[in-house]
């Protein structure tokens, strides 16, 4: 046991080395012909993820092609859409193709290849509704996705021309689904967005919506780049001029822009019959069920990682904590580990993962960043529990130790340590079970476990019951799991306190 804890420590410590080893490298990965490119696969049909869980959509294929043209190996990262910039600032991303819109705001960060698409911005509304335009959107309840231009043209502004009543109340989502949901479930009067995906999302869900053309605003597509990065632009450009001209562009155009690219959703009126359907639309058609098993494994694995270097650097802190006993005053370590605990439990968790991923690993390694995040987190937890189990331990123990011959550590090692087990263990456990509910946060870095495999499908079908229920159930069964294995590893440790 003692040999396998040691092994799974020393594969932590190498993945971490060996991630740090990259960590502080910014400059573009072009030199050796990779194209890291991001993307917020949110967007159809720019981009999605199609039913074998891959990016695809116009903006991937047409990357892709244009990789080809000028002998880049492209891979595709999907984030976050306000990720995507700060990602390229930062050299995590050589560049990003997400329908994002040439705007003055976005210059000062990025710059902008050749404009690849012109869009205009849809209103999505209720089939019965009575707007007409975007001015009758004043004083409604409005919902866009974050940082889009349906963002900017419906928050009133002082530049605002249209939109103009303060009364004008925007929710922002991080993904136009979600605005759609919120609309479908009547949150909102209306929905801002892009011109094809309006058509999209109309698509899948015409039994209830319709689409207002707002010719008003007009936006170019373009894919960003890091300033200064002229060699890289240069050949996107090219790259363009390419495939706009060898015919592939528009190839493209008529698979994924005119063409279907999304699956009507059903229409009988059978309750029986449309639970059935739905059942098969989310879970099967969509490969939902596998994207749910996956999504489990990556929890799981997570967690397990996490649990063990949590414990393994609470053990260490707890320590530290106890030295101040041992001589009676304040010592450096105690200081340092009481320091540590004050910070990590002092902020959330979140902010940690989010710190980790960007700034640490500069948005690569999420697996490794999730795993120390929740594992750093932890600790600082798993650290009082310990100190509380030893605290809890009677002092005649490690004197009766000390008595016998023991040295100090010995006495921990073999009295003491075994009694505290007994404490902490209905602690550790729920320490456990809390850490496995929180990693259902790792979606943010792009990390495709399972509360992120529930968003697949609900992007895909616009049905959020089924896979919320689905994910619930999945969880609680989980921990109705892990709970009954600790309560028997407790048992069996107690078995020798029964006379």
């Known amino acids: 046991m003692k040999k396998r804890f040691r092994l799974v420590l020393s594969l932590l410590v190498l993945c971490l080395l060996f991630s740090l080893t990259g960590c502080g490298k910014s400059e573009s990965n072009t030199t050796n012909k990779t194209l890291l490119v991001g993307t917020n696969a949110e967007f159809p049909p720019f981009e999605y993820i199609n039913n074998d869980g891959v990016e695809d959509g116009f903006d991937i294929a047409l990357i892709k092609a244009i990789g080809n043209e000028m002998g880049y190996d492209v891979t595709i990262k999907n984030m976050e859409f306000k990720s995507l910039i700060a990602s390229i600032t930062t050299g995590g991303l050589d560049a990003s193709i997400a329908g ?49 231009t349906g963002d900017f043209l419906a928050t009133p502004a002082d530049d605002n021309e249209v939109i103009t009543d303060s009364t004008t109340n925007v929710k922002r989502f991080k993904k136009g689904t979600d605005a759609v949901l919120e609309l479908k479930n009547g949150g909102v009067d209306a929905v801002v967005i892009d011109a094809n995906p309006a058509q999209e999302f109309v698509k899948a869900n015409k039994e209830s919506l319709k689409y207002i053309v707002e010719d008003t605003s007009t936006e170019e597509y373009a894919i960003a780049v890091k300033q200064g990065n002229t060699a890289l632009l240069a050949d996107l450009n090219e790259g363009l001029a390419r495939v706009k001209a060898n015919g592939t562009f528009d190839q493209l155009v008529g698979t994924y822009i005119n063409g279907t690219s999304t699956t009507d959703a059903t229409t009988s009126t059978n309750p029986f019959v449309k639970f059935v359907d739905k059942l098969d639309r989310v879970f099967v058609q969509t490969n939902g069920y596998m994207r749910l098993l996956n999504g489990l494994g990556i929890t799981i694995s997570i967690s397990l990682l996490a ?22 005053k304040k010592t450096i370590f105690s200081r340092i580990a009481n320091i540590y605990i004050d910070i990590i439990r002092g902020t959330p968790s979140m902010v940690q993962l989010l710190i980790m991923y960007m700034v640490v690993f500069h948005n690569r390694f999420g697996f490794i960043a999730a795993v120390l995040t929740f594992g750093i987190n932890s600790s600082a937890y798993v650290a009082e529990i310990i100190r509380a189990g030893i605290l809890a331990v009677d002092n005649g123990q490690m004197e009766g130790g000390r008595s016998l011959g023991f040295s100090y550590g010995e006495t921990m090692r073999y009295i003491v340590m075994p009694q505290a087990i007994k404490n902490i263990l209905p602690a550790l456990g729920n320490e456990f079970i809390t850490l496995i509910k929180e990693t259902a946060i790792v979606g943010y870095i792009a990390i495709q476990d399972l509360t992120k495999a529930s968003d697949f499908i609900i992007s895909r079908t616009y049905e959020a019951f089924y896979p919320l229920i689905a994910i619930a159930i999945i969880y609680y069964i989980l921990i109705k799991i892990l709970t009954k294995l600790l309560n028997l590893f407790e048992r069996r440790l107690r078995k020798g306190d029964i006379h």
């Open 100 to 148: 994002m819109t040439i705007t003055e705001d976005r210059k000062q960060s990025v710059d902008f290849s050749d404009a690849y698409y012109t869009a205009t911005q849809y209103i999505i509304v209720p089939i019965n509704s009575k707007i007409t335009s975007l001015s009758d959107l004043n004083g409604k309840d409005i919902a866009v996705q974050e940082g889009t």
């Open 307 to 328: 649990v063990l270097l949590g414990v393994a650097l609470g053990f260490v802190l707890a320590l530290m904590k106890l030295s101040e006993i041992v001589t009676g």
